[in-house]
């Protein structure tokens, strides 16, 4: 039992939760069902996982770059609460469940694969982080409510595999539209931020131009470009917060701001003020190599992909983390972060005058590397239904998603709800909640209770993917009648002429479909 216990922990924390290798293995095997040559494989699945390694060295650059000003933030304004990390209260959970997780994340993974080969549900989720996470919460909400160990991996594998399945179907309609074809999907448990995007710009924005569209002098034109944006942006917000802490705090404390992560104390005003313009910089770079991650494992996963599909599930659509999206709306990304950040110090506000007095809900900061990442996918999915003022109204739900589903979520985690921090994105927050609540009603009731959940999820999953998806429903049809859809650049090569940035997808990639009927 030992063996099988170090085998499981071995396939889920050294390949399985590692998004990299995931993704490489699975590129091998679609280029060896497509029988390409065996250089051709070895070289694919190399590329594909320095691809994604681009990416995760983007997302570090970003989460060093904003630490920071995250404690500028917090420092200016005096706010003290719970900070939602994912990989934080994951590894906190570890200690006591990691067994527990890793089985339930295999069964769960499997039954995923089963569901898309039998199901209309035909999408396979290859984010492997996300998969770890929602396992260790399943883990943790079924096991502090008394559920034996055969119980959590059983409940808890057949609840993650309906997740994997379910949740890019409720957004693909939205995925559609932001990409303009069927190649890819989003695996990523902040769907229900994305959702609330994509329909606010609906309402919202159906007569708004693109983000992309923004006409600049013709001595700002420089702006265009997304990383001298991003990074002037991210300049102009670090001076501003650098110089309020400052005023506040005074030089002792805001001096050691840099000194947190790695970095050095300021030594003085001059030196305190050049270091925030580093980190704006700093931060231009880490979007830029995030974007090219993307770009690189799109050339390669996609093609391969279709062998996959071939062989295993025919029809599969790869799943992929949310910055896949970032390159279809870059100016979206920024202001959706924005946005989302000003939504969750609004809910912020709301918890403490209103929510926590009242209900005892914990007060939640606003975290930017979960408002960069679901913030700047919601601001695209907010930007392709209702252009700038979706990209705003979507990007600003979205934030106050992560600000009060955390806060409720902290009910079910039971000893884990004092450890000060939480899962941080949408999806966790809600389907925790419910399978939290209804794990307490028994050995029983609660099984029944929790199994009811995953049908009725996976259900609505089905109903949306045959009677929505299948069909063809565009979700920004009515904006094209003002903002006809045109041609556009590649992922990465600038903004689009049309009201929303769709995409050609990567050279080799398979062909989208044709509209049913």
Do not use: C
Not at 13 to 30: D, M, Q
Not at 128 to 140: D, P, V, W, Y
Not at 269 to 285: C, D, T
Not at 289 to 310: D, H, K, S, W, Y
């Amino acid at each position: 039992m030992d063996v099988l216990v170090s085998i499981a922990k071995f396939l889920v924390n050294e390949i399985l939760s590692v998004p990299a290798y995931l993704i490489g293995l699975i590129t091998a095997a679609g280029l060896i069902a497509l029988r390409k040559s065996a250089g051709q494989v070895v070289g694919g699945a190399i590329k594909a996982t320095l691809g994604f390694l681009l990416i995760g060295a983007g997302a570090s650059l970003v989460v060093s770059s904003l630490a920071p000003l995250g404690e500028m933030i917090q420092g200016a304004t005096g706010a003290h609460g719970v900070i939602p990390t994912n990989e934080a209260i994951v590894g906190i959970a570890q200690a006591e469940y990691g067994a527990r997780v890793a089985w339930l994340m295999i069964l769960g993974f499997a039954v995923s694969l089963l569901l898309a080969r039998f199901t209309p549900l035909r999408y396979v989720f290859l984010t492997g982080h996300h998969m770890l996470f929602m396992a260790t919460l399943l883990t943790m909400v079924l096991a502090t409510a008394g559920h034996a160990s055969v119980v959590v991996v059983v409940v808890g594998g057949v609840l993650l595999g309906i997740m994997l399945v379910a949740m890019p179907a409720f957004a693909h309609p939205w995925t559609k539209r932001v990409t303009g074809n069927n190649t890819v999907a989003i695996g990523h448990f902040g769907t229900a931020g994305y959702i609330a995007a994509g329909a606010a710009g609906q309402l919202v924005g159906k007569k708004s131009r693109s983000t992309e569209d923004m006409k600049l002098p013709e001595g700002l034109r420089f702006l265009r470009d997304s990383m001298v944006a991003t990074a002037l942006s991210m300049l102009l917000i670090y001076l501003i917060m650098a110089v309020v802490f400052l005023v506040k705090a005074g030089e002792e404390t805001a001096f050691k701001a840099f000194a947190g992560d790695g970095g050095t104390a300021a030594t003085d005003v001059g030196n305190y003020l050049m270091q925030s313009v580093m980190q704006g910089l700093q931060f231009g770079i880490a979007v830029a190599v995030i974007l090219f991650g993307v770009r690189t494992i799109l050339g390669e996963l996609v093609p391969a992909f279709q062998g996959i599909a071939q062989k295993l599930v025919p029809g599969a659509v790869p799943s992929l983390d949310a910055p896949i999206v970032f390159p279809y709306a870059q100016n979206a990304v920024l202001i959706g972060f924005i946005s989302s950040f000003i939504g969750g110090l609004v809910s912020l506000g709301l918890l403490s005058a209103v929510f926590h007095p009242a209900f005892g809900l914990a007060l939640v900061l606003p975290g930017l590397v979960p408002h960069f990442f679901t913030g700047g996918a919601a601001g695209v999915f907010g930007n392709a239904t209702g252009g700038r003022r979706g990209a705003v109204v979507g990007a600003f739900l979205n934030g106050v998603l992560i600000t009060f589903l955390p806060a409720l979520l902290l009910k079910v985690l039971g000893a884990f709800g004092e450890e000060n921090t939480t899962f941080g994105d949408a999806d966790f927050g809600w389907f925790g909640s419910i399978v939290g609540n209804a794990a307490k009603a028994g050995s029983v009731g609660g099984v029944v209770l929790m199994l009811v959940v995953g049908l009725v999820v996976l259900g609505a999953a089905i109903v949306m993917q045959k009677r929505v998806v299948d069909v063809g429903w565009d979700p920004g049809a009515k904006r094209d009648a003002y903002f006809p859809r045109d041609s556009a650049p590649d992922p990465g090569e600038g903004p689009a002429p049309s009201s929303y940035a769709k995409i050609t997808p990567p050279e080799g990639a398979p062909k989208p479909p044709p509209p049913p009927g």
